[in-house]
């Protein structure tokens, strides 16, 4: 299976005009057709090393292709709290990629859902991410069990609410 960045655009609407893209996972068929791949993060049949190894793959290719491109606007990108529990405290995947890169950390927007982690973890590695100066956005706010006090702890600079609250 072939999993490829898709890139999304996001539109600030005052102006009509793409202000960045949000970095989603597809997988390319046979006839190289692109489909969802939410799926597979999800897929409780998968060993979580290999889920984790698609993730950082699909980031990886993603964080390539914007350095490659002059870095248009901003890129926002998703991580799983899930991820955040296995990362040992020196070393973040996502610093180093945009260094490998020559990515602009003020470019890149983290997006966390707001369920799972360790918190304490989760606020430890939020606060490397803003003192990169990368900006941190909670990402579906309202799914499910919501948490006002887990969202105050992140002080995220965005968050985004889930569609079902409109």
Not at 97 to 123: D, H, W
Request: negative net charge; hydrophobic residues 45%; contains cysteine.
């Amino acid at each position: 299976m072939q999993l490829i960045p898709h890139f999304q655009p996001i539109v600030d609407i005052a102006t009509g005009q793409v202000a960045g893209h949000e970095v989603l996972a597809r997988t390319l068929d046979r006839d190289g057709k692109a489909h969802p791949a939410g799926h597979l993060f999800c897929d409780p049949a998968l060993d979580e090393q290999d889920v984790l190894a698609f993730d950082r793959a699909v980031r990886l290719q993603a964080l390539q292709r914007f350095a490659e491109a002059g870095q248009p606007g901003f890129l926002s990108l998703n991580i799983s709290p899930r991820w955040i529990d296995l990362l040992d405290d020196e070393w973040i995947p996502t610093i180093a990629m945009l260094e490998l890169y020559g990515v602009a950390p003020e470019k890149i927007i983290i997006e966390i859902v707001e369920t799972g982690s360790n918190t304490g973890k989760l606020q430890q590695v939020v606060r490397r991410y803003k003192e990169r100066g990368m900006r941190v956005a909670v990402d579906d706010f309202g799914a499910g069990c919501s948490q006002f006090d887990r969202v105050i702890q992140l002080e995220p600079d965005i968050v985004k609410l889930d569609m079902h609250l409109f």
